[in-house]
């Protein structure tokens, strides 16, 4: 029990153990912990008013559509889609390596997107998105309207490049379906994200609050339900990569931090690892004493767009996202940072909805105690499997 | 009905504690005569039977199937043994399992460290090597040498199957199978002969002493030099059985046999059909249920064996073993990320003791929510050994457990409201306010300080006995005169596996006196009892007239005596 | 049925069993079966089955209860999802249990006059009807009987061989199908049979066992005499099975076991349970088309209903005894809901019996299914008007359409009815005030 010098505590046990934390803490204020339960690309939903110009199409149209492009007859297109990835029979070696190449027949079209021409993606023309207001800026046309509070000037271009493909688009409660497989699998093996807010006086409103993100060196348990277990312990990863200390405040039960850097490592099945820009995060402490609420800012749009295309056409059929089309996409889209020298935009602003549950956050300085730093390095079979290189080269590129 | 009076009994009690306190007790063998018992015929228990084949076979021998339920007589499964029998549907299952073990015994891994000879031919009989095999292992699995005759059905039966079949290890295979579905290893099955030194009355035979110290201390089957030391006659004599409690209570294993008789006193075989409603207490699985067993068999075995503590602090203590799964549920932090640590509650932590813990908060609750008489019930049978009567037909419990009715927002409120009804209110005034007690924790362990936004009061009284609170309710119990009592009782009819009979009370007094003076000492209690001559001793035919039970109610009888 | 016929049957079996799991159309295998279908070819009439299905806390007064007596009745609202079957059973209503001064214990009372006609003070004293049963129908099939219970409990099983021995009850679809269809199972349709040898020297080894009874029953007492003596009863039973493994099935038309169920949740809430149950309902009428058992038995949970429903507190039993009397239904809603459940499972069950032909029957027709509960208005524990239904033909042994209203009589006559209508030599059946030796004598054939 000496070993570990300091842990947070969750909201829950606060409550249940008035007495004790007053015996042990003069001050009034208090420190809690989370475990991140829930994480994905936040898409506001409102209905056909998001994408005027219609959806997306499914992966089986534009693989068609690329077929006919590359000069294959309607049956002989026909004929290639039935031998589809996962239809019955599947001789799908040869149909992936045709759309695997669609750019100039010869090249990577995932590695290399520029093979191939901008078929064009269909954004979101909707005024209503979460997010923060990156730049400052109110009137720019890129500005969005927070659909809850009203509030102007909320940038998210990330959105306006996803929003209108089907995968990405569910209405609440339910997730888009892309963010809930990723999350579904991360969540019981990635080494846990963990939140700790410092300096809470009164849970409604704290002027001068200390937000640390770290990294947990195990994965979340779930409870009988099915839901992440709440009131677990969590041992800090060291790794100083994904460590964050952002300063912020509570106002009406909202927490609210100032613009900052976040850096967290993830998980190559989702992306190796986040890194935002002018950061934020908007959380609500809710009653039963969770955290909902959104983290965003700018991160570098190329390693997004890799999240996706590392997969190749795993995640291109199976989610129907057009890899060249998303592409050109982001990097139109794409709205800071510009290179010295070309001038195009390296990031693109992005918001991400967070949930957490509470948990016990341990700081331990034992340097015996196992020391994950690189959880990325050993990759489940079933992701390896997923993972477009491997699969690429047993083909022979 | 016998409860009704209790109180007043239970202060006769508690005057004879520090009666004990002062006058203290001599060290020689003092006992009051019994009678004894009768000889005994107890069917295997599912732990006994998977502990005695991971003694015999190894660890590595999984025990596949199920087995039919045991049945629970005045408190115990152990007592309950001694009415079991096999159905066709359970001796089904014994067969399945046999066979099921057997062909783990002669596999290709197994072989070669539990056949102690190679056959000179791998695919016919070899009756010497065969005689060997069973000779070793059917000596530990019926707790004695095989007769003569025995072993050879069990040497011709594998020779032929041996032949027929074409293979050595499936004749081995069918005998290890038929061995384990024989009654001579389902049952243990005592025998008596005639007492040298007592004229016309019996005694054990010193397989069947060898047998009752092995599965009272141990909770397995007699190890080889205990069955040695059968065979030399050395159990027939008082220094003979000394010796071998003494080897055997300084043994770690002794660990094994507390942890048996508290999980069957606590009656953690319910756990099997124990289910929470996972929206209510999502905290809740059949893992954390595994764990909270687990959790007090630590908190007791590291109390009593460990640091051969008082057992009075069982209700008290405020050091246990946690896992993180376990931390979630208690609120607090887990260093380890998997298996177990030492955890002591803070001082002004709620929790303390054993009925403060998951299991026997969720155990005595119903699926949606808890249970304050079921709880008061249950401490009531399981550590005071008082019965309480069932509820009479046609109760009204109307408003009892509706845990959503506007008037009446805790369980307190609620059973108040109940017990107006005159036909209830004698018995809910023995469980209610024991389980009352415990209201701060809900069906599945948790900690909650208001039900329905109304603050939950724990303040209470039990036998004359106020407290203030939940910390006051475990002190009330660890001071109760009963509780030694009941442990006594309970420890010994788990070791002869059968109820006390009225006959023997006074000596369980003179053994509650020796426990108490001890300073409640389990394992000094086990070895007193296991080196006792009641514990072995055996009722002449002719002389059982007076052996009635001595009920669990009866516990008062005792009581009285104590005075 | 003449020799030629039985050789030119074989020579269709074998024709057909060339293959490995070959399913037999049916028109192939009528042939083994004489016109009607309740009788195989060789002039044995297809065994009767005999099953109960129990469950707690009975139903509502008055709600159940057809509203007219003798023939051409209509089910009543809590009971209409029987009506497809209001031919083929019969309705008992009015009967009570006689306690002779002993006290009721609420809920073990009923069920224990019901299934072994005496009223125990504390353990039962006689065995179960079942088992009675099964001891003249039961003795020829791999198992005796097969006992299920769907609320996760092995101990509820209300079948028991004697006093002291209780047959627990299979908790899950899954091992069950295993128990019955897996690796033992032996095709009675298949074309070739060889006696396994392992079979065989399982056998001889149980013998060996036997050959001891005599010298241990010697060494011990009274008591334990009998327990050993139950034993040994069990021994002979699973020699018996194994003999009969040991033995040519005669070939069943109707023998097609189910496919290997998936267990819903284990537990008391109401749909996992009734899943569960529908399992259990296949399995069951397979091993009976199989020849397996001939006696099943059914608990959709003990007498004190642990059914709830997902997220609630309260269970079936609780809400029978706390849910108020809605003023303007006059009954319990709450409560009445898992009333409808299980009647829906029975008439389920009944179904699927049905679904099975074999001729121009079902297995239905040549079986019998005692439904019962263990107390007439739960509310209060009335140990009157306890709902019985008495399903299926029994091979004509019964007759079946009609409501029989039995005010103040003892549930004991039903268990007589149906021993002396499976032809079991009894004339009277039941202790004190429960003893009867009247039959339901508008049911007797």
């Not at chain 1, 609500?284 to 959104?294: F, M, T, Y």
């Not at chain 2, 009225?502 to 000596?507: F, H, L, N, S, T």
């Not at chain 3, 003596?229 to 033995?247: C, G, N, P, S």
């Not at chain 3, 099975?356 to 739960?378: M, N, P, Q, V, Y």
Request: charged share 20%; net charge neutral; with cysteine.
């Amino acid at each position: 029990m000496t070993r570990f010098q300091l842990y947070t505590r969750p909201l829950g046990i606060v409550a249940g153990l008035a007495l004790a934390i007053a015996a042990g803490h003069a001050s009034a204020s208090e420190t809690r912990g989370y475990v991140v339960s829930w994480f994905g690309v936040s898409t506001y939903y409102g209905g056909e008013g998001d994408c005027p110009d219609g959806l997306n199409p499914m992966s089986t149209e534009f693989y068609k559509r690329e077929l006919l492009r590359l000069g294959y007859s309607e049956p002989d297109a026909t004929k290639l889609l039935k031998d589809f990835p996962g239809n019955p029979g599947r001789p799908d070696g040869e149909y992936i390596k045709i759309m695997g190449t669609r750019g100039d027949k010869k090249t990577n079209v995932y590695a290399h997107p520029e093979s191939a021409a901008d078929p064009g993606l269909k954004e979101v023309k909707g005024k209503f998105a979460y997010g923060f207001n990156l730049d400052g800026k109110t009137d720019s046309p890129i500005s969005f309207t927070d659909p809850n509070t009203g509030e102007k000037g909320i940038k998210n271009q990330y959105y306006r490049s996803l929003g209108c493909i089907r995968s990405f688009r569910a209405p609440p409660p339910a997730h888009p379906t892309l963010a809930q497989a990723q999350w579904d699998v991360l969540r019981d093996e990635m080494p846990a994200w963990l939140i700790e807010i410092a300096g809470i006086t009164d849970s409604k409103n704290s002027d001068n609050v200390t937000v640390t993100i770290s990294r947990g060196v195990d994965h979340v348990s779930r409870d009988a339900s099915g839901a992440v277990r709440s009131d677990m312990s969590f041992k800090v990863d060291p790794d100083q990569r994904s460590h964050n200390v952002l300063h912020g405040s509570i106002k009406n039960g909202i927490l609210t931090t100032e613009p900052s850097n976040i850096r967290i490592v993830a998980d190559p099945f989702l992306i190796p690892e986040f890194s935002w820009k002018k950061a934020q995060l908007k959380l609500e402490l809710k009653p039963d004493g969770s955290l909902n609420g959104i983290l965003g800012g700018y991160h570098d749009w190329y390693a997004l767009y890799w999240s996706y295309a590392e997969s190749g056409w795993v995640e291109e059929h199976s989610a129907s996202v057009d890899m060249p089309a998303l592409y050109y996409s982001l990097k139109r889209n794409a709205d800071a940072d510009p290179d010295p020298t070309t001038g195009e935009n390296k990031s693109i602003s992005t918001a991400y909805e967070v949930e957490a549950v509470p948990a016990f956050v341990i700081h331990t300085e034992d340097k015996n105690d196992k020391k994950v730093s690189d959880a990325g390095s050993t990759l489940p079979a079933h992701r390896v499997e997923a993972n477009l290189g491997g699969w690429l080269r047993s083909l022979g590129w | 009905m016998v409860m009704s009076n209790s109180p007043m009994r239970l202060f006769g009690a508690l005057g004879f504690a520090a009666a004990i306190a002062l006058t203290g007790c001599g060290q020689k063998d003092d006992a009051p005569v019994t009678k004894g018992g009768p000889v005994s015929l107890r069917r295997l228990t599912e732990p006994e039977y998977r502990q005695v084949i991971a003694d015999v076979f190894g660890t590595t021998i999984k025990v596949p199937g199920r087995f039919e339920p045991d049945i629970r007589d005045n408190g115990l499964i152990a007592v309950g043994t001694s009415r079991e029998s096999v159905a066709g549907t359970g001796l089904e299952q014994y067969d399945l399992t046999a066979r099921g073990i057997a062909a783990q015994v002669v596999d290709e891994v197994h072989r070669t460290t539990l056949v102690p000879c190679t056959p000179a031919k791998a695919t016919d009989r070899d009756d010497a090597c065969a005689a060997k095999f069973i000779e070793r292992t059917g000596r530990l699995l019926f707790r004695r040498p095989l007769s003569q005759g025995e072993m050879a059905t069990q040497v011709k039966g594998a020779g032929e199957s041996a032949a027929k079949l074409g293979n050595f290890y499936s004749g081995l295979e069918l005998s290890v199978s038929a061995m384990l579905v024989s009654p001579q290893f389902l049952f243990r099955q005592e025998a008596a002969q005639p007492d040298p030194d007592n004229a016309g009355q019996r005694r054990l035979d010193g397989y069947s002493k060898a047998s009752r110290l092995s599965f009272f201390l141990w909770d397995t089957t007699p190890d080889s030099e205990l069955l040695d030391a059968a065979a030399k006659g050395d159990l027939d004599t008082d220094s003979g059985i000394a010796k071998q409690v003494d080897r055997m209570t300084h043994s770690p294993r002794l660990a094994a046999g507390v942890r048996a008789f508290f999980s069957d006193m606590l009656g953690f075989d319910g756990f099997t059909a124990l289910a929470k409603d996972p929206q209510i207490y999502p905290k809740y699985s059949s893992q954390v249920a595994a764990d909270a067993q687990e959790q007090t068999l630590r908190t007791l075995t590291d109390l009593l064996v460990t640091n051969n503590g008082d057992y009075r602090d069982a209700f008290t203590t405020r050091k246990t073993y946690l896992t993180r799964l376990l931390g979630s549920v208690y609120g607090v932090p887990v260093m380890t990320s998997t298996g177990w640590e030492p955890h002591e509650y803070a001082v002004d932590d709620p929790r303390a003791g054993i009925l403060m813990q998951v299991s026997f908060l969720s155990l005595h609750s119903h699926p949606g929510r808890s249970s304050p008489t079921i709880r008061g019930k249950a401490l009531r049978e399981v550590f005071l050994c008082q019965k309480v009567p069932d509820p009479p037909g046609n109760v009204n419990f109307a408003l009892v457990q509706d845990t959503k009715n506007p008037a009446f927002h805790t369980a307190r409120a609620r059973l108040g409201a109940h017990i107006n009804q005159p036909t209830c209110a004698g018995c809910h005034k023995i469980m209610d306010p024991v389980g009352l007690a415990m209201e701060n924790f809900d069906s599945a362990g948790g900690f909650r300080s208001t039900e329905n936004d109304s603050l939950i009061v724990t303040a209470g009284e039990i036998d004359g006995m106020k407290f203030d609170d939940a910390s006051g309710f475990t002190k009330v119990i660890h001071d109760h005169p009963q509780a030694p009592v009941c442990l006594v009782n309970r420890i010994y009819s788990f070791g002869t596996g059968r109820a006390a009979s009225k006959d023997e009370a006074e000596w369980l007094n003179y053994q509650v006196k020796q426990f108490v003076a001890s300073g409640y000492k389990v394992p000094e209690l086990m070895r007193r009892i296991a080196s006792s001559k009641a514990f072995y001793r055996i009722s002449t035919p002719g002389t059982d007239a007076n052996n009635a039970t001595l009920s669990m109610a009866g516990t008062n009888t005792q009581t009285e005596a104590l005075k | 049925m003449s020799g030629t016929m039985n050789s030119s049957r074989r020579n269709v079996l074998r024709g057909m069993m060339g293959g490995a799991a070959v399913s037999v159309g049916l028109p192939f295998l009528d042939c083994f079966l004489n016109t009607n279908g309740t009788a195989l070819a060789n002039g044995t009439a297809l065994p009767v089955a005999f099953g109960t299905f129990f469950w707690g806390c009975g139903l509502n007064p008055g709600r159940w209860e057809p509203k007219t007596i003798g023939t051409n009745y209509d089910m009543n609202i809590e009971t209409a999802a029987l009506q497809p079957f209001k031919n083929r059973m019969n309705v008992i209503s009015g009967m009570k249990v006689f306690l002779d001064g002993k006290g009721a214990r609420p809920h073990f009372t009923g069920e224990m006059a019901i299934l072994t006609g005496d009223v125990p003070r504390e353990q039962p004293n006689y065995a179960s009807l079942d088992s009675i049963v099964a001891d003249t129908i039961g003795t020829r099939t791999r198992f005796r009987s097969l006992e299920v219970t769907g609320t996760g409990k092995p101990t509820d099983s209300l079948s028991r061989r004697s006093a002291s021995v209780s047959n627990p009850a299979e908790i899950s679809p899954a091992a069950l199908y295993t128990r019955v269809f897996g690796a033992d199972f032996r095709d009675p349709n298949a074309a070739d049979f060889k006696p396994d040898p392992r079979v065989m020297v399982r056998r001889s080894v149980l013998s060996g066992v036997t050959d001891q009874r005599e010298a241990l029953l010697k060494q011990v007492g009274a008591n334990d005499r009998q327990r050993l003596d139950e034993y040994f009863t069990a021994v002979r039973q699973l020699e018996q099975q194994l003999d009969i493994q040991l033995q040519k099935p005669a070939p069943l038309e109707a023998c097609s076991p189910s496919a290997q169920p998936t267990d819903a949740e284990l537990g008391t809430e109401i749909e996992n349970v009734v899943a569960n149950h529908k399992l259990f309902a296949q399995i069951l009428a397979h091993a009976v088309a199989c020849d397996q058992t001939h006696v099943t038995n059914v608990v959709f949970g003990e007498a004190t209903s642990p059914l709830r429903k997902a997220g609630t507190a309260m269970t079936h039993h609780i809400l029978t005894h706390e849910e108020p009397m809605d003023a303007k239904l006059g009954y319990q809603p709450q409560a009445t809901y898992f009333m409808g459940r299980i009647v829906e499972t029975l008439a389920f069950y009944l179904q699927t019996l049905d679904s099975i032909k074999e001729g121009d029957g079902t297995l239905l027709d040549r079986s019998l299914i005692l439904a019962h509960s263990e107390t007439g208005f739960a509310k209060i524990h009335a140990l009157e008007n306890i709902p019985m239904f008495l399903a299926g033909g029994a091979g004509g042994r019964i007759k079946t359409g009609m409501h029989v209203k039995m005010d103040g009589e003892p549930v004991t006559r039903v268990g007589l009815t149906v021993q002396q209508s499976l032809g079991i030599p009894v004339d009277s059946w039941g202790t004190m005030s429960l003893a009867t030796s009247k039959p339901i004598t508008e049911l007797m054939v």
